[in-house]
């Protein structure tokens, strides 16, 4: 990933940012993403649907509840579709069918990643004194 932006590193935990303030799409990455997704997964969001965005003079923007609502969209326990090239198979126990790996389902495994990192950074803010 490219540098990091000045308000990413003034501001990187998700809790800095109020839920409707513009952010680039790099800046929504780093901030709420952990780096592990980089913009142009963020317009593939947009494309499908789960991302809403806000362009103003040609920029790319969105805002933190926008990027909360994606991962809540992308949330795992969904219903699957329908998918030739994800055929259902058996864990090694037998006990529960899960699916095959392809692309879409590593793009699912990575915004899930993206949603613990955002987790666990905001439990590492800071605590009020005792």
């Known amino acids: 990933m490219a540098r990091k932006t000045d308000r990413s590193i003034s501001r990187p935990l998700a809790s800095d940012w109020s839920d409707f303030e513009?952010?680039?799409?790099?800046?929504?990455?780093?901030?709420?993403?952990?780096?592990?997704?980089?913009?142009?997964?963020?317009?593939?969001?947009?494309?499908?649907?789960?991302?809403?965005?806000t362009r103003v003079a040609g920029k790319d923007f969105v805002t933190p509840?926008?990027?909360?609502?994606?991962?809540?969209?992308c949330r795992s326990d969904q219903k699957d579709?329908?998918?030739?090239?994800?055929?259902h198979a058996a864990t090694?126990?037998?006990?529960?069918?899960?699916r095959a790996s392809?692309?879409?389902e590593m793009d699912?495994?990575?915004?899930?990643q993206a949603a613990a990192r955002m987790t666990?950074?905001?439990l590492k803010e800071r605590s009020l004194p005792t």
């Open 22 to 53: 513009l952010m680039t799409l790099r800046e929504a990455c780093e901030v709420f993403l952990g780096g592990l997704l980089e913009p142009r997964s963020l317009r593939t969001e947009v494309r499908k649907g789960t991302l809403t965005l």
């Open 102 to 104: 392809g692309s879409s």
């Open 120 to 122: 666990s950074l905001a």
């Open 81 to 87: 579709h329908a998918s030739m090239n994800a055929p």
């Open 108 to 112: 699912r495994l990575r915004l899930a």
């Open 65 to 73: 509840s926008a990027i909360k609502e994606m991962l809540r969209l």
């Open 92 to 98: 090694s126990r037998g006990k529960s069918p899960t």
